[in-house]
């Protein structure tokens, strides 16, 4: 390892900079940093000097120094040195690691620096140094346990950065390896080949790691020698690296998933061993149950066993004093022990992974026992939250006794301990959020009263917070009507807990007192004068406290809540002392943590909503804050993935850590959640302002379009999405009266925002922004209100929906596979995991948002061409070329998809023939078979997709639809006699049922005899469920009367009785357009010109109501 002469005088200056870049002084520090940079410069001596300074040097600083700076540094060193140097550099860092293998630190740190610049140094084709793998099977298939050991511990880190293809030609070789550190009776080794094993297990596909599966037992022995021997340290490690193959690849433990759970739960619940090993045990076992449901109900006494641990962490409790003294919600956790913490959250996530059906027998075993156990509190109050626990993922098994459960829960109100009282509450206002809004409804005279018994506890400040904290949860699901007779008590109980000494209590009737107010809407009128001047002079009286920063911001909140609630006209001679108010506030210079920020901009949009047009004045004083926050760019720290925690950076937990390749990037979470919020802000000033925000189109649209892919914040991404088509509405109402500006401007802005779009929608990985993004896309089309949209970009737009589609389909399939998979073994069909139900149902969502998108384009691009590129086939990657509309096509296999995709499917051909002209026409022979059938499909939602298809066919289907007339009107009829079409679920398919029978009676009269579906029509008349079809429908009717239509009202008017009580119930609703209303206006003006006869013999027959209207209507000048 001899250096020429540069490279040892370098090592030497290196060492005394090491040794400074330690030293507790700043000074100092900086000084060596400024000298390193300036050493940088001399790339080739530098990083052969670093890479022989752990060995050559004496000094231990140094030695272990060395290696990490020469990681974070070495790409740049290796970039800028000669290839002579970088041979010497790799051949010097072998030797050096030989050298130094005895000592665990330094090799340690040595190994992750080797592992690092093998992997991102010199690379070829992005695989590691060619000379790496032999020297890893040197050290791994090594004499002596040492090199055995540093071989398995690269192979650890280097899975971070290599690819299964790099990985899958040594399997056998691995296997071989793993299997024998794992039975040699070496804790050490056997502990890292443990880790090397999970490592490649999940690097590697998951059809390969059945070739590892001989390997669980030996890992689980492993686990079990490290804490027999007392290694408990290493215990953590491998329990994590157990936990991870949980997460990503849970089918490798299923063979021996019994004897894992057994052992891991036994772990778990030994209250003399580590807190972390006892969680990480519990993380494995929770894991599995969120991955593997079907299998964890199957497995024997896993699940009761494992809902027993949880609850005895919840048991690991003591009433620590400070508990009682908490006065800041952001200490609300203080006096849980992490213990508590974990079995608490166990509960939840094993509820919405196993559902009700089979974790509510197991815990109502368990918890009446412990509300029972009156000489413990922490029994009690372990019970009382775990109901609130398991609310969410048991809820519709709950239901069944909701009463009985809550009334259980409401009798801990008045438990003599107050951590107990605190839990009850806590445990109410969680289900008033699980169970909304049932329990509003059904169970608002015990939960209120039963809140505001609790305010009057002044000996225990944090259980009056927490009632009046219920109370929001409460109110957020409570309509006006629920809340208003409850006012007059609850709002005198908040206003003495705002008069408190105690902060948390002044702070939670605040929120509460919004809260109720938001709720109440117009019944808080009668208060407002009563809470407004006591508002704002908390606002006036704490300027400039910053212990109250807080209060303050909750004020702010609800003074706008109270805003909205009661109208500008109440709120309108407040609102400019108000703004002024809020506006100084923000002129204060606030600090980077002031929580007051988002406060403000919250209640600015709120009072934009109250006050429309009458905000303008202050967008100059408000926008700007907001402009700067949604500008503002995220602090983010990257480092190595494998750098030690210790050498982290001391973030307090404001960093949210995540990994990107092999990088580790921490972003400053406060920071995005606020530029987060005044995206949303803008947004919500863009809609509701609309021509007044026109003069910050321009400004506010250039922020927006390029967070369309910030990477670091999905409600980011989601707000700028929803705020173009907003920016779009502001144009066109600032233009309304000068159409060809107007063209011109949302020109320039879609031509601008559109291919960021584009870009955005091919790049997002989250469903639910996507489905944004998409809804967006279709939006911006709808507003241009001209075509705006190339050819280009159309066919485009066609491939991104359909990739959109396949996605969406590869995520289903593979939550249908694990579905399969765990129903393997003849189990009864249980509860859909929580969390699979909300995945399907944002892939449900998703679809809508494409189908509303692709109906946009057809309305609005039809005229240049987009029905041509729905039929374009369009090649994705790896498969051959398919166009969009085939896509759908293949959607109308009753057998193979999913009722929301025959839905869709059939509502893309819908609008095809409605608004595709020409183009789109040609479609009603291919479509009308699935049409027939599907409107007697199981499923209502495809059945009113089809029926208004089949009317839209009759309408514009000519003789291509006379040969079905006569059959599928009688298949109509025949359906309005099915008893089943009247129930509130079929409604709206049997109105579109009706509608279509009456388009049939309209367009295919000369082709075919309609006679026989006059009576099923009037009888089924009025529409009244669906009034977009109920508009369409009585216009229809509005028209035959008009022409005094002799198959409607019978050769002798024999029909008039009942065509006029039609007439009468729609007539001045919203049921019918203003021409249609006109029309049948006329038509019964017209009635009074009829013989008198005739008019007595129909007016006898109507009721007193219609009669009154009828008069009122002849009466009328």
Same mark, same amino acid.
């Given at each position: ?26 000074? %100092? ?14 790339? !080739? ?31 740049? @060193? ?58 890893? +099977? ?39 390896? +793993? ?17 090397? =094993? ?46 991870? %193959? ?70 690991? @409790? ?63 109050? *372990? ?213 007051? *920020? ?86 919500? +000033? ?23 892919? +910030? ?83 159309? =066919? ?66 039809? /005229? ?28 109308? /296999? ?41 409107? =007697? ?38 359906? @309005? ?68 239509? %002799? ?25 019918? /357009? ?16 009829? /013989? ?24 009328? !000048?």
């Amino acid at each position: 390892m001899a250096l020429d002469n540069d490279a040892q005088q370098l090592a030497s200056y290196l060492e005394n900079i090491l040794v400074q870049l330690q030293d507790p002084n700043n000074d %100092v520090r900086s000084d060596a940093e400024k000298k390193f940079e300036q050493t940088k410069q001399h790339a !080739s001596a530098c990083l052969k000097a670093l890479v022989v300074l752990p060995h050559s040097s004496q000094n231990p600083v140094v030695k272990i120094s060395a290696p990490v700076l020469l990681r974070r540094n070495g790409v740049e @060193l290796w970039n800028g040195s000669d290839e002579d140097s970088r041979k010497a550099a790799k051949e010097n860092l072998f030797n050096v690691l030989r050298l130094e293998m005895n000592n665990k630190s330094i090799r340690k740190k040595i190994c992750d620096t080797l592992t690092f610049l093998s992997c991102n140094c010199g690379t070829v084709n992005d695989q590691p140094w060619p000379e790496l793998l032999p020297f890893l +099977f040197q050290l791994m298939q090594g004499s002596n346990e040492v090199e055995k050991l540093c071989g398995l511990e690269i192979l650890c880190q280097l899975v971070e950065y290599v690819s299964s293809t790099w990985i899958e030609p040594q399997l056998p070789a691995f296997h071989n390896i +793993f299997h024998g550190a794992l039975s040699s009776g070496q804790p050490q080794l056997q502990a890292v080949a443990l880790r090397a =094993t999970c490592g490649v297990l999940t690097t590697i596909e998951s059809s390969l790691c059945s070739h590892f599966q001989d390997l669980a037992p030996l890992m689980l022995q492993t686990v079990n020698t490290l804490i027999t021997q007392g290694q408990l340290e290493e215990t953590e490690n491998c329990l994590q690296s157990l936990v991870e %193959v949980a997460d990503s690849e849970p089918k490798y433990f299923r063979r021996v998933i019994a004897q894992y759970c057994e052992f891991l739960t036994k772990l778990a619940a030994q209250v003399n061993m580590e807190e972390d090993i006892r969680q990480e045990a519990l993380e494995f076992l929770v894991a599995i149950c969120e991955k593997m449901p079907n299998v964890s109900k199957k497995t024997r006494n896993f699940v009761p066993e494992l809902v027993r641990v949880a609850l005895s962490m919840m048991l690991e @409790l003591e009433d620590d004093p400070e508990w009682y003294t908490v006065d800041d919600e952001d200490e609300d956790d203080s006096g849980f022990s992490s213990n508590f913490d974990a079995g608490q959250e166990a509960l939840d996530r094993i509820a919405l992974s196993l559902g009700g059906k089979t974790l509510l027998p197991i815990a109502f075993q368990i918890l009446p026992h412990f509300l029972a156990n009156q000489e413990s509190w922490v029994h009690r109050h *372990a019970a009382i939250l775990a109901i609130s626990q398991i609310g969410e993922g048991c809820r519709d098994q709950m239901y069944e006794q909701l009463e009985a459960v809550v009334d259980m829960v409401l009798q801990r109100l008045q438990d003599p301990h107050p951590r107990v009282r605190w839990a009850a509450i806590n445990c109410i206002g969680q289900m008033c959020t699980d169970f909304a809004p049932w329990m509003q409804q059904r169970l608002h005279q015990k939960i209120i009263p039963g809140l505001e018994s609790l305010m009057n506890d002044t000996a225990n400040p944090r259980v009056q917070a927490h009632a009046a904290a219920a109370i929001i949860n409460f109110c957020e699901d409570a309509s006006p009507d629920i809340v208003s007779p409850y006012l007059d008590g609850l709002l005198r109980k908040l206003l003495e807990l705002l008069a408190s000494n105690r902060r948390i209590v002044q702070e939670q009737a605040v929120s509460a007192i919004a809260a109720v107010a938001d709720s109440a809407e117009q019944y808080f009128i009668r208060y407002y004068d009563s809470f407004m001047p006591l508002l704002k002079n908390i606002l006036y009286s704490t300027e400039g406290q910053k212990p109250l920063r807080r209060l303050r911001g909750k004020v702010i909140e609800c003074i706008s809540l109270i805003g909205v609630a009661v109208g500008r006209d109440k709120f309108g001679g407040d609102a400019a002392e108000v703004m002024d108010l809020l506006v100084r506030t923000q002129s204060a210079q606030l600090e980077p943590d002031d929580p007051q *920020a988002a406060y403000l901009m919250q209640a600015y949009a709120r009072i934009c909503r109250c006050l429309r047009e009458a905000f303008v004045p202050y967008l100059p004083y408000v926008m700007p804050a907001l402009l700067s926050a949604a500008k503002i760019k995220p602090d983010i720290e990257v480092a190595d993935a494998l750098e030690d925690s210790e050498e982290d950076s001391d973030n307090d937990g404001e960093l949210d850590t995540f990994r990107v390749g092999d990088k580790r990037i921490g972003i400053k979470t406060s920071m995005l959640e606020d530029k987060a919020t005044a995206c949303g802000m803008i947004a919500c +000033f863009a809609s509701e302002l609309r021509g007044y925000f026109y003069d910050y189109v321009e400004e506010v649209t250039k922020i927006m379009v390029p967070l369309l892919k +910030f990477l670091f914040h999905e409600d980011v991404r989601s707000a700028a999405a929803s705020c173009l088509p907003d920016l779009l509405r502001s144009v066109n109402d600032k233009f309304r009266a000068d159409e060809q500006s107007r063209r011109a401007v949302v020109q320039g802005l879609v031509d601008y925002m559109l291919p960021k779009l584009l870009e955005a929608i091919e790049l997002e990985p989250e469903p639910d922004v996507l489905d944004v993004m998409i809804d967006s896309l279709g939006e911006c089309c709808l507003l241009a209100n001209f075509p705006i949209l190339s050819e280009k970009t159309m =066919t485009r737009i066609c491939l991104l929906l359909k990739n959109v589609l396949q996605d969406r389909k590869s995520r289903l399939e593979d939550l249908g596979d694990e579905d399969e998979e765990e129903e393997e073994g003849g189990l009864d069909e249980e509860d859909t995991s929580h969390a699979k139900d909300e995945a399907r149902e944002k892939e449900d969502t998703l679809l809508d948002s494409v189908i509303d998108c692709v109906a946009s384009l057809i309305k609005t691009h039809t /005229s240049v061409g987009f029905i041509k590129a729905l039929e374009t086939p369009l090649e994705s990657e790896g498969t051959s070329p398919v166009s969009l509309l085939t896509v759908f096509g293949e959607m109308l /296999s009753y057998h193979q998809v999913e009722a929301v995709e025959r839905k869709a499917a059939i509502c893309v051909f819908d609008d095809i023939i409605e608004w595709g002209g020409e183009e789109g026409r040609k479609y009603i022979r291919q479509i009308l078979p699935a049409l027939d059938a599907f409107v =007697t499909d199981k499923d209502a939602n495809v059945r009113q997709s089809a029926a208004y298809g089949l009317g839209l066919c009759a309408q514009f289907g000519g003789t291509d639809f006379a040969s079905f007339a006569s059959s599928v009107g009688q298949k109509l009829v025949n359906y @309005l006699s099915w008893r089943g079409a009247y129930t509130s679920e079929n409604m709206n398919a049997t109105e579109n049922v009706v509608s279509a029978l009456m388009k049939i009676v309209e367009y295919q009269r000369p082709m075919c005899d309609v006679s026989s579906f006059i009576d099923p029509i009037l009888n089924n008349l009025p529409l009244k469920q669906d009034e977009s079809e109920a508009l369409i429908a009585h216009e229809l009717f509005s028209i035959w009367l008009e022409r005094r239509d %002799v198959m409607i009202l019978g050769q002798h008017y024999e029909r008039l009785l009942q065509v006029l009580r039609i007439t009468l119930q729609i007539v001045g609703t919203s049921l019918l /357009s203003d021409t249609s209303n006109c029309r049948l206006v006329n038509f019964i003006k017209s009635l009074r010109n009829e /013989s008198t006869d005739l008019q007595q013999n129909v007016l006898t027959q109507l009721d007193q109501g219609l009669q009154q209207k009828l008069y009122g209507i002849w009466n009328e !000048s």
